[in-house]
């Protein structure tokens, strides 16, 4: 009876064994590769200061309440990691890091309190709707064009004598950054299983400022800079960034989402608005149906942020010409007068402001208009609509 029982013990721990071998072969799933890659906006100029602004509006608080922990500190994801190219302040390749996601892998220049690009959310996004491990490349260095940096080898040659040196050098750094990931994805994601394997499974383009005020043609010449600009060039060479990312990658059809610049939002510029639509174009193109997205991130424009900046920028400009008159006189009378101006204008902001105006600077912006105010509110809701939108192409 005794050896019956444990013969029937042994049985259910082999069967148990076996179960949990077949169950992890199943679950086994190789690792989802997605790469973020772009110029100063997709390295990301949100302060982590700004958080409090994502966790106030409605909006956001949803997501607000993902980003951070109990403790109200940005959350490290366990199974999301990053590993990320970046820049100094002029762009310049410098440095590489890698580690869990957290805050923090924004710009690595001026950083203060950290912050955040659209990597932050995205991983956060693709962890919740995936469920399964993740690594992301990111590839972001400021003040870089399509037409000349990222420039595609298909493009054909730069008709810039100038720049010509110049094209695609940082096509090339983001093609062997990439590689060299892959080629030992376990240097950067620990926990890497080969026999698993990995899988490129998307690409985000967030980039457009420089090639939006480059020089590209005049729609209407004999106007001169009263005429708008003909962005079509830039439509050609994020086609051919596109087919030339798939194919040194070998990943012919490699889910590719563009962040179509989003630059003064709903009230942006005519120049504005023919550059982003320009930048959405290849979305439309019948080859990249059902595989190539356009995200409009005009859409989460922080249009709050423009109110308050209208108010501080007036108040600015009514002691402008004093400050210009300061800067003429010399020893105690300049330094006596700058106090004096610098009291009266902050007299006159305190004046101008709100209650809710003077939170928002504070807990709001962090940065310059062209860097969407470093407003960790535009970028957790860009990072978030990116993932959603290479999760619906999948």
């Known amino acids: 009876m005794k050896s019956t029982r444990l013969h029937t013990v042994r049985l259910f721990a082999l069967l148990a064994v076996g179960l949990a071998a077949l169950t992890t072969a199943i679950q ?7 790469i973020l890659c772009g110029q100063s906006n997709m390295e990301g100029h949100a302060q982590i200061s700004t958080f409090p602004a994502v966790a106030k509006d409605p909006k956001t608080k949803d997501l607000y309440e993902k980003m951070v922990g109990a403790d109200d500190k940005p959350v490290t994801l366990d199974d999301v990691w990053i590993a990320y190219s970046y820049g100094d302040f002029s762009g310049e390749p410098v440095g590489k890091k890698s580690g869990k996601l ?12 950290g912050k955040i690009g659209p990597e932050f959310t995205f991983g956060i996004t693709m ?3 995936q469920n399964e491990p993740i690594l992301l490349i990111k590839d972001a260095w400021g003040g870089k064009s399509l037409m000349v940096d990222f420039r595609p080898p298909s493009a054909g040659e730069l008709d810039d004598e100038k720049n010509k040196d110049k094209a695609g050098r940082y096509y090339k750094l983001l093609i062997e950054h ?3 990931v892959l080629a030992d994805p376990k240097t950067v994601y620990p926990e890497y299983n080969a026999e698993d394997g990995y899988e490129l499974a998307g690409f985000v383009w967030f980039q457009g400022f420089n090639d939006m005020v480059g020089s590209y043609p005049r729609t209407e010449p004999e106007k001169g800079k009263k005429s708008g600009k003909d962005y079509s060039e830039y439509s050609r060479l994020l086609a051919c960034f ?3 990312v798939r194919k040194d990658l070998n990943a012919p059809k490699l889910p590719f989402v563009i962040g179509a610049l989003g630059v003064g939002g709903e009230e942006a510029g005519a120049g504005a608005i023919a550059f982003r639509n320009a930048m959405a174009a290849p979305a439309a193109m019948d080859e990249f149906k059902g595989n190539v997205a356009a995200v409009f991130t005009h859409e989460y424009w922080p249009n709050e942020l423009d109110t308050v900046n209208a108010k501080v920028e007036e108040v600015k400009k009514a002691f402008h010409k004093r400050g210009q008159e300061i800067k003429k006189m010399e020893g105690d009378e300049r330094n006596k007068a700058q106090v004096q101006l610098n009291a009266e204008m902050e007299a006159a902001m305190a004046k101008a402001l709100t209650e809710e ?4 600077i504070e ?4 940065n310059r208009g062209f860097h969407y105010y470093g407003s960790a509110k535009f970028f957790a809701q860009i990072g978030k609509a990116f993932a959603e939108a290479l999760v619906k192409m999948e």
């Open 28 to 34: 086994a799933k190789p690792l989802k590769v997605y």
């Open 102 to 113: 957290t805050a923090g892998y924004g710009s690595q220049h001026h950083v203060g309190t």
């Open 127 to 129: 962890h919740e709707l």
């Open 178 to 180: 990439v590689k060299e």
């Open 242 to 244: 596109i087919r030339d």
């Open 357 to 360: 105006d003077k939170w928002l």
């Open 363 to 366: 807990n709001g912006i962090s």
